[in-house]
């Protein structure tokens, strides 16, 4: 009883920040979503290998309309990081180019850490944009690799 009282007298911001240090239990690290408000649907696609801590690699996203339709000419940006940790990516990845069919190149991807991270796009397409959030979690085995 003393403990709940004293956990409801802290401030909300600490509350926050220490929900924020854990990750979810059910945490959804599926690689096909669709976006936010429901524009597309995106597939990401990791490397083959997962790449190592620190190395940098290349990432794909198809990217289509809600029914299939793969989305040409859009326009991609990359952002993201660890929730737990407050940091953001350690580069600034890019979607370079097209590849086929509504692919899309991710390059500059790099992990400088083990555990949870975001991977955030903002797609934009024939005047249209929405984002959409995966969830990654980097094996502390790739650091030894
Ligand atoms: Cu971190």
């Given at each position: 009883m003393i403990l709940r009282t004293a956990i409801s007298l802290l401030p909300l911001g600490f509350v926050v920040a220490a929900?924020?240090?854990?990750?979810?239990?059910?945490?959804?690290?599926?690689?096909?979503?669709?976006?936010?408000?429901?524009?597309?649907?995106?597939?990401?696609?990791?490397?083959?290998n997962p790449?190592?801590?620190?190395?940098?690699?290349?990432?794909r996203v198809r990217v289509t309309s809600p029914d299939g339709q793969p989305l040409h000419q859009a326009r991609i940006t990359v952002d993201g990081g660890m929730p737990q940790h407050g940091h953001g990516l350690p580069t600034h990845p890019k979607a370079t180019r097209e590849l086929e069919d509504g692919t899309y190149l991710l390059e500059g991807m790099k992990f400088s850490m083990t555990g949870w991270w975001e991977i955030k796009l903002a797609i934009e397409a024939g005047g249209v944009g929405d984002t959409v959030t995966f969830n990654t979690v980097v094996d502390p085995q790739a650091s030894v690799r």
């Open positions: 929900h924020a240090m854990s990750m979810p239990g059910d945490l959804d690290t599926g690689m096909k979503h669709a976006t936010a408000h429901h524009a597309f649907v995106a597939e990401l696609e990791p490397p083959a790449a190592a801590i620190n190395q940098m690699h290349s990432w």
